[in-house]
């Protein structure tokens, strides 16, 4: 018997045990999750870097007729460089050669069709005002039969003047200039002559330049001819006036001999601008966009197709729309 109670007592001893154990088992505290956080520093000096990124790359206009403008398509010219865009100009390729009258496609260059007007933008009427970037012309190869040059001969003179057309679509100016065959290396006070109303199929336009153009060549049309005189661009072999053509403001540049009409609008690069057209309010070869255009932000071109009547067949040679950006911040 007392082993009996002794082993009873050891049972219950060590059930209490078991169930104490159980019950500190059962109510022990839980651990949390602890989040510790430290920092660093991060620093970054950026590059002064000015860069200009176009797009699309390419544009195409398929079908075009002669004698009508194209379609609008847009440029976006993106800052993608570090500094602020303060000025934006454009510059086109031209046809090497006369390509009117060779019945060759390749002859011509399809940039120098291209005019280029703001965004949106609306001069005058209620048609955004498309300028010609830097057209450039060539004197005409075949006699005009029908025009009476500045000393009332008809056909003209060709010793003495070469003259051709300022082109757009189906309008089309004519001007004068003095032949300086004799002496190619001046153009330095030559006389310039613009007609004041188109030619088109419908109409002659002004084709007699008799009249002494008593108007200056910036002077608007007015149903007659205009004329002025040529200052030579420094150094370089062309000659430039301000000029008014069909309504809208241009600056010419014309070759020594007189065979070579350029005329622009939109290019930095143009004979007669001083620091690049930067800051000169005399000349027509306006800024494109003065908008402060900063890093990450972008401008818009908008783009058509001039094309002229006499415009031969086929593709003809692809042309280049070159953009330049002015960043005061650049180094």
Request: glycine residues 8%; hydrophobic residues 35%.
């Amino acid at each position: 018997m007392k082993y009996s109670v002794l082993g009873i007592s050891l049972g219950i001893l060590a059930v209490s045990i078991l169930v104490a154990g159980s019950f500190f088992v059962g109510f022990a505290p839980k651990v949390s999750a602890i989040n510790v956080t430290d920092t660093m520093t991060i620093d970054v000096n950026v590059s002064t870097l000015t860069l200009v990124d176009m797009n699309p790359a390419e544009f195409s206009w398929v079908g075009v007729d002669p004698g009508k403008d194209t379609a609008r398509q847009q440029l976006q010219i993106e800052n993608i460089g570090s500094t602020n865009f303060s000025k934006v100009w454009f510059n086109v390729t031209q046809p090497a050669d006369r390509p009117f009258a060779t019945g060759d496609p390749t002859e011509y260059d399809a940039a120098n069709f291209l005019w280029i007007s703001r965004e949106n933008y609306t001069g005058d009427s209620s048609d955004p005002v498309y300028f010609a970037v830097d057209r450039l012309e060539f004197n005409e190869s075949r006699r005009l039969i029908y025009l009476t040059d500045p000393d009332g001969n008809i056909p003209p003179n060709e010793t003495k003047y070469h003259y051709g057309r300022f082109r757009n679509t189906s309008y089309e100016y004519f001007w004068f200039t003095d032949s300086r065959e004799a002496t190619p290396d001046d153009c330095n006070g030559a006389n310039f002559y613009v007609g004041d109303d188109p030619h088109t199929q419908a109409q002659s336009g002004t084709i007699d330049f008799s009249s002494t153009c008593p108007n200056s060549l910036t002077d608007a049309p007015a149903g007659d001819c205009r004329s002025g005189t040529l200052t030579q661009a420094g150094s370089t072999d062309w000659c430039y006036a301000n000029i008014n053509i069909g309504g809208r403001n241009y600056t010419i540049a014309v070759n020594m001999n007189g065979t070579q009409v350029r005329w622009s609008h939109w290019n930095i690069q143009f004979p007669g601008g001083s620091d690049f057209g930067y800051g000169d309010e005399t000349f027509h070869n306006e800024i494109f966009s003065e908008m402060n255009t900063f890093p990450g932000n972008s401008t818009v071109a908008d783009l058509k197709i001039y094309l002229p009547y006499g415009v031969a067949k086929g593709v003809v040679s692809q042309g280049i729309l070159t953009v330049f950006v002015r960043s005061e911040e650049g180094a």
